[in-house]
């Protein structure tokens, strides 16, 4: 089977785009991970694929890890995903409406080059998310296998997200203490794990565990979390330019019931075709 792609990454964080409209594309877990695999495939995070809405929106957005398994929703992947259809000629707006896992969003492409994305209302409720916790609470208490506890802020941006503040993020333990967190079983669907350390109330630096990828050079959701965690716990303004390995996004929230904005490039590297 030959499969037509599109190389393309938000700030590192890089993706296989597939284009489901003009071709079957029907992949099992095995291919997927072929796909990803950094040797002996094409090499990616997430693996996107767009598809025909079902429903009101222009187009259905589909996302899948590294490992195969597929996840609700991808920031940087959704500022990539407007792109591609701009650039493929798949439609002529520039600001369309997309069906994911977790809802409809509304990416917008910029005059500059540059997206910017309606994330949609954080949720804080633990059922939500999902994370086992009696109530809501604006930090929690975690138990970490052959450590101490550590100190948590939870929410979902459509995915679940772990949020850490440290005081030095490159000595924080992302990958260690990241996996760890990651599995951790009062996340029953895993959860994506930030490490984020305030600079002043208008910046911050970034590292993300993803669920089913490992630590990426940028995670959209995981700066969007970052942030309502940060103006939650009254550390941040509502307006923050978010630092991440692969470079800036810009964040703003104005609080409870009201949708978080993100605004960054995306970028195509190559295209191609694969044998699989």
């Known amino acids: 089977m030959k499969l037509k792609f599109t190389k393309m990454h938000g700030l590192g964080n890089d993706f296989i785009v597939l284009d489901g409209i003009h071709q079957a594309i029907h992949l099992n877990q095995q291919q997927i991970r072929l796909l990803a695999d950094r040797h002996f495939g094409i090499g990616c995070d997430q693996i996107l694929l767009v598809e025909k809405a079902s429903g009101q929106a222009d187009f259905r957005y589909r996302i899948f890890n590294a490992d195969g398994g597929e996840v609700e929703q991808c920031g940087n992947g959704a500022r990539c995903f407007v792109r591609y259809v701009h650039d493929h000629g798949l439609t002529?707006?520039?600001?369309?409406?997309?069906?994911?896992?977790?809802?409809?969003?509304?990416?917008?492409?910029?005059?500059?080059?540059?997206?910017?994305?309606?994330?949609?209302?954080?949720?804080?409720?633990?059922?939500?998310?999902?994370?086992?916790?009696?109530?809501?609470?604006?930090?929690?208490?975690?138990?970490?296998?052959?450590?101490?506890?550590?100190?948590?802020?939870?929410?979902?941006?459509?995915?679940?997200?772990?949020?850490?503040?440290?005081?030095?993020?490159?000595?924080?333990?992302?990958?260690?203490?990241?996996?760890?967190?990651?599995?951790?079983?009062?996340?029953?669907?895993?959860?994506?794990?930030?490490?984020?350390?305030?600079?002043?109330?208008?910046?911050?630096?970034?590292?993300?565990?993803?669920?089913?990828?490992?630590?990426?050079?940028?995670?959209?959701?995981?700066?969007?979390?970052?942030?309502?965690?940060?103006?939650?716990?009254?550390?941040?303004?509502?307006?923050?330019?978010?630092g991440t390995r692969g470079g800036e996004l810009k964040i703003s929230w104005n609080g409870p019931h009201e949708p978080v904005w993100m605004t960054g490039p995306a970028i195509t590297v190559f295209e191609g075709e694969i044998n699989l």
């Open 92 to 242: 002529s707006k520039n600001e369309i409406r997309i069906e994911t896992l977790s809802g409809t969003i509304s990416p917008k492409l910029e005059t500059d080059g540059e997206v910017t994305v309606n994330m949609g209302e954080p949720i804080f409720e633990p059922k939500a998310i999902p994370f086992a916790a009696e109530q809501y609470a604006p930090a929690y208490q975690l138990e970490i296998q052959g450590g101490g506890p550590v100190t948590i802020s939870v929410l979902s941006m459509g995915n679940p997200h772990a949020v850490r503040v440290v005081p030095d993020i490159d000595n924080a333990p992302v990958n260690t203490e990241g996996a760890l967190i990651e599995a951790h079983p009062r996340f029953p669907k895993r959860v994506n794990v930030g490490y984020m350390q305030v600079i002043d109330r208008k910046h911050i630096q970034l590292r993300v565990f993803e669920r089913g990828a490992g630590e990426t050079l940028a995670c959209g959701t995981g700066a969007c979390a970052a942030v309502v965690a940060g103006i939650t716990l009254d550390l941040l303004d509502h307006q923050v330019t978010v």
